[in-house]
T-cell receptor
Framework: ETGVTQTPRHLVMGMTNKKSLKCEQH?????MYWYKQSAKKPLELMFV???????ENNSVPSRFSPECPNSSHLFLHLHTLQPEDSALYLC?????????????FGEGSWLTVV | GEDVEQSLFLSVREGDSSVINCTYT??????LYWYKQEPGAGLQLLTY?????DMKQDQRLTVLLNKKDKHLSLRIADTQTGDSAIYFC?????????????FGAGTRLAVHP
C-alpha cells in the first residue's frame, strides 16, 4: 500500500464510450502525475499537476483530458479512444514538484479499448 | 536529450546475486531511482541514491553509481523467487521547475531454482 489509490483497476471500453479513471492520494502531497505504460514503449509521462495547476501536458492527444479538483484527487477523462490507447495508466504523487522528492505510484488502471 | 537504457532480460539462479545495470544521459540528475514492478501491479520504489554518493546499501540491495560514466547498478544479494519482477531505473529531471522521472524500458529478472 503506497497511499496512492486508483480506480477502477480494470476497465474495458468501446471506442465511442466516455469513461474516467480516478486517483486519490492520502499522503498530503502537492504534485500528481499520470503515466502511461504500454508493451511497446517505456513509461511515458502524460500530465503533471502541481498544487492543482497543470504544469505539463506531454503532447498527449485531446481524447485524454485530465482534471485535478484538489491536491488529493486526479482524474483522467477518456473519450473516443483508439485500440492503441490500451495500456496500464499509472497515477503517482510526490510531496511537491521540486527535484529530489520521491514519486510514489498507485497500482494502476488496466485499460482495454475494443 | 534525456535517455535511460537498460538490458531487457536477466536470468539468475536462486541464491545467486543479481546485477542490473543502467546508463543515463542527464548529468544534472540529482537523484536516481530503482523501481520494482511485479506482474499486474504498479511500481514500487525500491531505493534511490543521491548523485553525490557512490554507493548505497539497504539490506540485500546495493546501489552503485559511477557518475563519470553515468552508470547505475542494482545488486540483489541472495536472490529469491519473490524477486522475479521488472526493475526500472529512472533519473530525475527538474526541467520546467518540477520533478519528473525518466524511465528506462525495464529489466525483466527471472529467478529459477
Amino acid at each position: 500500500e503506497t497511499g496512492v489509490t486508483q480506480t477502477p483497476r480494470h476497465l474495458v471500453m468501446g471506442m465511442t464510450n466516455k469513461k474516467s479513471l480516478k486517483c486519490e492520494q492520502h499522503l498530503g502531497h502537492n504534485a500528481m502525475y499520470w503515466y502511461k505504460q504500454s508493451a511497446k514503449k517505456p513509461l511515458e509521462l502524460m500530465f503533471v499537476y502541481s498544487l492543482e495547476e497543470r504544469v505539463e501536458n506531454n503532447s498527449v492527444p485531446s481524447r485524454f483530458s485530465p482534471e485535478c479538483p484538489n491536491s488529493s484527487h486526479l482524474f483522467l477523462h477518456l473519450h473516443t479512444l483508439q485500440p492503441e490507447d490500451s495500456a496500464l495508466y499509472l497515477c503517482a504523487s510526490s510531496p511537491d514538484r521540486s527535484s529530489g522528492n520521491t514519486i510514489y505510484f498507485g497500482e494502476g488502471s488496466w485499460l482495454t479499448v475494443v | 536529450g534525456e535517455d535511460v537504457e537498460q538490458s531487457l532480460f536477466l536470468s539468475v539462479r536462486e541464491g545467486d546475486s543479481s546485477v542490473i545495470n543502467c546508463t543515463y544521459t542527464d548529468s544534472s540528475s540529482t537523484y536516481l531511482y530503482w523501481y520494482k514492478q511485479e506482474p499486474g501491479a504498479g511500481l514500487q520504489l525500491l531505493t534511490y541514491i543521491f548523485s553525490n554518493m557512490d554507493m548505497k546499501q539497504d539490506q540485500r540491495l546495493t546501489v552503485l553509481l559511477n557518475k563519470k560514466d553515468k552508470h547505475l547498478s542494482l545488486r540483489i544479494a541472495d536472490t529469491q523467487t519473490g524477486d522475479s519482477a521488472i526493475y526500472f531505473c529512472a533519473e530525475s529531471s527538474n526541467s520546467g521547475g518540477y520533478n519528473k522521472l525518466i524511465f528506462g524500458a525495464g529489466t525483466r529478472l527471472a529467478v529459477h531454482p
